[in-house]
């Protein structure tokens, strides 16, 4: 059975760089703006397609929806959407994930953000189910501006609970060159799961690796080459995986792009 899991796709999207749809910069009409991904997977009988996610934006070139469908041979059926919401100044204001199921959009999870500064301060995700934990994920940063941590607390019968962190490295350059996310476990963070980002010389993203904590030390988990073109826009990725003999490929995901006039 082939998955390909959600996390792993947003992960991809905002590895090199705070993320851009909670920043709500708007692009200028000589920015490419991302029009589909077409996700393939590896099978006995060589890559088949198993995903496309196809993008929107409104008049100021802001994200307002994603659109995700899944395919298996011929057939090509609805999986999620997200729809993004922005305020007067083009903060993203809110973001509503749905899931098609028995032909019609139910209602997954649902992102509040807060700003100061025109700086992301917070986020609170809400899930269905009128018992459902809501969780707060707080955003810090340094003297430099830059995205320093993430702290995720998850409410609880009226008790806030660390529920996830994320901590970002920078180089000289100011471009993210880790990413650690740990775990909370017997009152305390520990090793769980991190990523380095690396570029090349024109400071353009071309290789994620990310590493699990494994017998008290890092292990490679995966590998993802990103193809980009003179500008630095991303043509494509290419995601590997060690296996019997070395690094194996099994998920590529190729980008289409247009330029909204």
Known sequence: MRIITLLGSILLLFCSCQKQSEQAASA??????????????MSE????????????????NLLTHETAYAIQGDNMTLAFRT???????GNLERSIRERWINDEWIFGM?????????KTIQRIDSVAGSNAPIT????????????????????????????????????????????????????????SRKMTLLYNDDGHHIQTIRYNWVDDRWVENINYLMQVDDSGTRVSELWQRPGEN???DFTRVTYSYHVQR
């Open 83 to 89: 729809v993004k919401s922005y305020d007067e100044e």
């Open 136 to 191: 707060f994920i707080s955003y810090r940063y340094n003297k430099k501006g830059l995205l320093e941590a993430e702290l995720g607390l998850r409410s609880v019968e009226g008790n806030m609970v660390n529920q996830s962190k994320i901590i970002y490295t920078y180089n000289e350059r100011d471009l993210p060159v880790e990413k650690e996310f740990p775990r909370w476990s017997e009152n305390s963070w520990i090793n």
């Open 45 to 60: 009988d060589g890559w088949e397609q198993s995903r496309k996610i196809e993008f929107s934006y409104d008049r100021n």
């Open 110 to 118: 649902r992102s509040a953000y807060i700003y100061n500064k025109g």
């Open 246 to 248: 070395g690094l194996e």
């Open 28 to 41: 200028t009409p000589s920015q490419p703006l991302i029009a589909s991904q077409n996700w393939e997977s």
